[in-house]
């Protein structure tokens, strides 16, 4: 097994792979998108929230949750013969904020999960990318019997410059996850254009 | 549990590993290909 850098620059017999992150607050959906996508049964490191969490991980709005995502989810989608794409889910709390570094090493970009009903647990996620500089986009994770807003709402409730796209999606449906990755892409690829103008200018 | 399964792995010579570079990837044909790819799906 070998494993190559996101440079698309595979050798003869070495997929060319790309990674991207899938961030967001707690139990806002990104274990469900990855799941929803992922060719393979996808690597999961979910744990049952005990009462040790009571007080921590704030339920408010996902009563019904009773596992969390402890280091991360893994998933793979292979493309052609010569290209991988793996989806990076981090991991929601506070205190497993030390993995994103390590996640977001190389990515493509990052796709922010937000719930409208939590929309202040997306902060986090946003102010880590932007200090970072990846590229990422909001996608609105429209939960059964949530609100629903325009993106514009949303972007103003986020403070979000106005060239992030915002795409609504549903989690489970991988259709609507992989529109959310198109648009993840394309925005890398006009993002990637501006960086290199600026760059010249 | 990754970090030593993958460090075993690589000690053993069963896999190579190279380095990611830091910054975010801008190469824009793996990025087209990607695009071209999760559109064909």
């Known amino acids: ?7 698309g620059a595979g050798g003869a017999g070495v997929p ?5 992150l899938i961030a967001g607050g707690f139990g806002v959906g990104k274990t469900t998108l990855v799941g929803a996508i ?21 339920t408010h709005g996902v009563g019904a949750k009773s596992t969390t995502t402890v280091a991360m989810d893994f998933g793979r989608i292979s493309f052609q013969s010569q290209l991988v ?8 709390q ?20 937000a719930d409208t009903r939590r929309i202040a647990d997306c902060f ?20 059964d019997g949530a609100r629903r807003f325009e993106p514009d709402d949303i972007r103003v409730a986020l403070t979000l410059n106005p060239d992030v796209p915002i795409a609504m999606c549903d989690a489970r449906d991988r259709d609507s996850v992989k529109k959310v990755l198109v648009v993840l892409v394309r925005y890398v690829m006009s993002w990637s254009n501006q960086a290199g103008r600026v760059a010249l200018g | 549990v990754v970090r030593v399964l993958l460090g075993d792995l ?31 799906l």
């Open chain 1, 124 to 143: 986090a996620s946003i102010d880590y990318f932007e200090r970072a500089g990846t590229p990422f986009i909001i996608a609105v994770n429209c939960f």
């Open chain 1, 85 to 92: 794409l793996y989806l990076f889910g981090t991991p929601g």
């Open chain 1, 38 to 58: 992922s060719e393979i049964r996808p690597l999961r490191t979910e744990e049952p929230l005990s009462d040790r969490s009571v007080g921590i991980d704030d």
């Open chain 2, 10 to 40: 690589a000690e053993e010579g069963m896999l190579r590993i190279v380095s990611a570079q830091r910054q975010p990837v801008s190469d824009h044909r793996l990025l087209r290909m990607v695009l071209d790819g999760l559109e064909s």
């Open chain 1, 16 to 20: 060319t792979t790309a990674k991207i």
């Open chain 1, 94 to 113: 506070e205190r497993f904020w030390f993995m994103w570094d390590d996640l977001s090493v190389g990515a493509i970009g990052a796709v922010i999960m």
């Open chain 1, 1 to 7: 097994m070998d494993l190559s850098r996101s440079d």
